[in-house]
């Protein structure tokens, strides 16, 4: 069964560090743009950041420019993001997604993603 499971969300206080985790399941990475989107309640899903396979482009929300970090590790099939700075407007549901032989520029249909991992900001 194809599917990818996030991991390492959490609460965390405002100006705190967290590193979510996306690991895909009966597919390798290699050939995949991985992104990560999140949805905060009554909001809609924001893409926030997208590596292309190899690393080679990378894009970013403008909401989480210079805070966050988008990186991948293709022999464990692992995407991550590291998020810092983190404000209470973080707080959302946070999912990744694949796309094989995506760049991350223009328009996407993302074959895979995963159920999401829950990060809450707040004193």
């Known amino acids: 069964q194809l599917h990818l499971v996030e991991s390492g969300g959490g609460l965390v206080q405002p100006g705190g560090s967290l590193k979510v985790s996306c690991v895909t399941s009966?597919?390798?990475?290699?050939?995949?743009?991985i992104a990560w989107f999140r949805q905060a309640p009554g909001k809609e899903r924001e893409e926030i950041a997208c590596?292309?396979?190899?690393?080679?482009?990378?894009r970013y929300a403008d909401s989480v420019k210079g805070r966050f970090t988008i990186s991948r590790d293709d022999a464990k099939n692992t995407g991550y993001l590291q998020m810092n700075s983190l404000k209470p407007e973080d707080t959302a549901s946070y999912f990744c997604?694949?796309?094989?032989?995506?760049?991350?520029?223009?328009?996407?249909?993302?074959?895979?993603w995963g159920e999401g991992t829950q990060v809450t900001v707040s004193s």
């Open positions: 997604a694949t796309a094989v032989y995506y760049d991350c520029s223009g328009p996407a249909e993302y074959d895979f």
């Open positions: 009966g597919f390798t990475l290699y050939n995949d743009a």
């Open positions: 590596m292309s396979a190899g690393g080679s482009n990378i």
